[in-house]
């Protein structure tokens, strides 16, 4: 799937569907949104110009998938993409999801794993969290801080990383190799940080502003 065109199935019609899926048509790739609520998938796919469907025929469609629901909907979404007859087996899955409460704003995941891990388990997908990190806006908005790409941390199966990475890089981000699936559960835990400081009044587009600092001289220069 890498360098070309790719066929994008989004499980979930909300607001991270509405960031990513703008930049994702722009650059050429075929998208299908399903959502457990049709008219909320059939309305916003109309809205944006991708095509709509039900869970299962998101994740039939899709080469990749990017699953985009709240936490507690993750097992029924699955269920309803078909996982339990393999329909995402082997297929690449971009888990943004963020395992937060917010009210002590903890993770709400057993110690020592992570929802992508519990995904790969349950689905044979080649799973990579990424688009964790940042509030949707930052992607509305355009994901460049200081006039550099944000940096977008991925960590997750290394078979999906190559066309993850060109899926950030179309979004306005930097991609940036962050390990493999046992360090999902930091891009986790990273989020519950910045979750916090967004209910307590941070700037949605505030995020921590990671850029590779590329384009400009080192400190040791
Ligand atoms: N919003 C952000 O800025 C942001 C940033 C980074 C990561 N995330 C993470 O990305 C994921 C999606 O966030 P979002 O803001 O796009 O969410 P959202 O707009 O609130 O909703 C997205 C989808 O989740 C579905 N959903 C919610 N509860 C469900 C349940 N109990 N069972 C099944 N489906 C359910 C909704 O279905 P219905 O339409 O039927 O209600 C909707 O299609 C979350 O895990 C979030 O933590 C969000």
Redesign the pocket.
């Known amino acids: 799937v890498n360098g070309d065109a790719m066929r994008i199935g989004v499980l ?8 990513l899926v703008p930049h994702w048509l722009k650059a050429g790739h075929d998208v299908m949104i399903g ?3 049709p008219e ?2 059939r309305d916003l796919a109309t809205w944006l110009g991708a095509r709509h469907g039900s869970l299962r025929d998101a994740a039939d469609f899709g080469e990749v998938i990017l699953l ?6 993750v097992d ?2 699955l269920r309803g993409a078909g996982a339990g007859d393999g329909a995402l087996a082997g297929k690449v899955l971009i888990d ?3 395992p ?1 409460e917010v009210e002590r704003f903890t993770l709400t995941t057993a110690p020592g794993t992570s929802v992508a891990e519990e995904i790969a388990a349950a689905t044979g997908a080649n799973v990579v969290k990424a ?7 930052v992607w509305l908005r355009g994901a460049r801080y200081h006039d550099e790409p944000l940096v977008v941390p991925i960590a997750g199966a290394e078979a999906a990383k190559a066309p993850v990475f060109e899926l950030v890089r179309d979004a306005g981000g930097q991609p940036l190799d962050a390990g493999g699936t046992e360090q999902a559960l930091h891009l986790e835990a990273m ?1 519950a940080v910045i979750i916090r400081l967004l209910y307590g009044g941070a700037d ?1 587009l505030s995020a921590f502003q990671l850029t590779t600092g590329a384009e400009r001289p080192s400190i040791a220069a």
């Open positions: 979930g019609a909300g607001r991270m569907a509405e960031g959502g457990r609520t909320k998938a985009a629901v709240l936490h507690a909907g029924s979404t943004c999801t963020n937060v688009f964790n990190q940042v509030h949707f806006h989020a949605p």
